[in-house]
């Protein structure tokens, strides 16, 4: 399987080479070149599968000719050994057809431990294979870090550097990442927003004259592709275990960079009978007004109760545009150009095109708490707001009452104690027992000033010779 870039100038890759690029050099993201395809009989025999058994089938097309079955195998086995779960993404139901899927089952509480575990033990294999130490620069807007951090803690040839936006991420999540005290890991508080975060990682990669000599950046944000490929996973487990491929399943995503939803998107080209994928989106909802207006512009950022979802700038958009312009790199080129400038607009066959794939919605504060208080009331069941808004948006734009209707849960609640407060909860959430002592632990980060000279002089300081 090789791999080429959206924006068109950039080489082709083998996947262990795409897994250490991050983005390419033209500034583009990778992406498969062509997208494994799975008959429905081949899907049918699936049924019954353990999660394990079946992101072994899902993935082995992604790694041809790269990762042997066997060490593929032994991977994913180890990388899922740490969920609380046996089904490692259960399935609860909340209404009629209404499922809500728990991609919070693993270590740090949220749905990026399902890819990010993978990644790190993928890491540590790639690196000791190529006997080569790099360094991991993320941005996140609470939960990337903390699973990136745990995924990639034990990685003997990994120095791990995540910026988040200062006092804008919660308790919690901060503290999930800054009370990892281990040498190779590194905490840094930006005076600014996720999309300030975001920029400068991007900046970074783009020069990386900064590092030490031999040593390059790795992306283990969603613009690495190996975290998509893993999020492909729980869409298959999710249909097979409510009927597919003989029944279509729909699919309700909050989503603020669009990754996890670009991973339903493929997990339907590869054959699974999605009938539905709907965006999602808190106030911050460019996604929403892209689909619904044709308006992909930059606001001001506003600071809500789903912070994981607070992102003016969805980096995986530009995966899907490679698509929906029949993957022209030239015009995407000519579009991240405008969008760079404050606006971008889609050709009229491109919209047409979207919004027969998507759905999409946006709910402010005030609905995430009324939605929270709904579900609790009817069935006792917590939501966090960012699933809060998977809900809402899942009832108000869902087509069939008679086809499953799937909400991707992104974070345990307990994450979220102020949304849950204001939601008439008069006791927080509580941590699983192995967190239950998260704020007596030691605290570990530095605060830095939104200034890429000041972040670089940092990380060269701190990389491990």
């Known amino acids: 399987m090789k791999y080429i870039s959206t924006r068109g100038q950039s080489p082709a890759l ?9 983005l390419a050099s033209d500034g583009g993201l990778y992406v498969p070149q062509s997208i494994p395809q799975f008959s429905k009989e081949e899907i049918a025999s699936w049924a019954g599968l353990s999660y394990q058994e079946l992101a072994l089938r899902v993935m082995s097309p992604f790694v041809a000719g790269s990762i042997p079955e066997d060490d593929l195998k032994d991977l994913i086995a180890r990388s899922y050994s740490g969920f609380r779960h046996d089904a490692i993404v259960p399935l609860v139901q909340t209404g009629h057809n209404e499922w809500i899927l728990e991609l919070f089952q693993g270590p740090t509480l949220a749905f990026k431990d399902v890819a990010l575990q993978f990644l790190g033990n993928l890491l540590d294999y790639v690196l000791k294979k190529r006997n080569q130490k790099v360094v991991i620069m993320g941005a996140t807007s609470g939960d990337t870090g903390s699973a990136a951090i745990e995924g990639c803690r034990h990685c003997d040839n990994v120095d791990i550097f995540i910026l988040h936006p200062h006092q804008r991420v919660s308790e919690v999540q901060r503290r999930q990442m800054t009370t990892v005290i281990e040498n190779n890991v590194h905490n840094i508080a930006l005076e600014g927003n996720f999309d300030d975060c975001q920029t400068l990682v991007k900046q970074s990669f783009a020069d990386q004259s900064f590092l030490p000599e031999g040593r390059q950046l790795v992306a283990v944000n969603s613009i690495n592709w190996a975290r998509i490929m893993a999020q492909i996973v729980y869409y298959f487990y999710a249909a097979l275990s409510l009927g597919a491929p003989h029944r279509p399943v729909s699919f309700s995503v909050p989503t603020g960079n669009f990754g996890d939803i670009f991973a339903g998107y493929i997990a339907k080209r590869m054959g699974l009978p999605v009938e539905q994928l709907v965006i999602a989106t808190n106030s911050n909802d460019i996604l929403h007004r892209c689909l619904s207006d044709n308006d992909h512009s930059r606001k001001a ?59 999409s919605y946006r709910l402010d504060d005030e609905g995430v708490i009324d939605v929270i208080r709904d579900v609790f009331e009817r069935c006792e069941y917590l939501l966090d707001p960012h699933t809060a808004i998977g809900v809402a948006a899942a ?34 959430p509580v941590l699983p027992h192995h ?24 990380i060269a300081d701190n990389i491990r010779a």
């Open 435 to 458: 967190m239950a002592d998260l704020f007596d632990r030691e605290e570990k980060y530095s605060v830095l000033a939104n200034d890429a000279a000041a972040v670089h002089q940092f």
């Open 14 to 22: 083998e996947f262990e080479d795409v897994v250490l690029t991050g």
């Open 395 to 428: 009832r108000a734009t869902r087509r069939s009452a008679d086809v499953p209707m799937v909400c991707l849960a992104t974070a345990h609640p307990a994450k979220f104690p102020e949304a849950v407060r204001k939601a008439g909860q008069s006791k927080d």
């Open 301 to 359: 950022l506003q600071h809500t109760l789903s912070p994981s979802m607070d992102i003016m700038v969805s980096s995986n958009f530009e995966r899907m545009l490679f698509d929906l312009y029949d993957r022209d790199g030239d015009k995407i080129r000519g579009l991240m150009d405008d969008f760079k400038s404050g606006a971008m607009t889609l050709d009229a066959s491109a919209l047409e095109r979207a919004r027969t794939l998507f759905s």
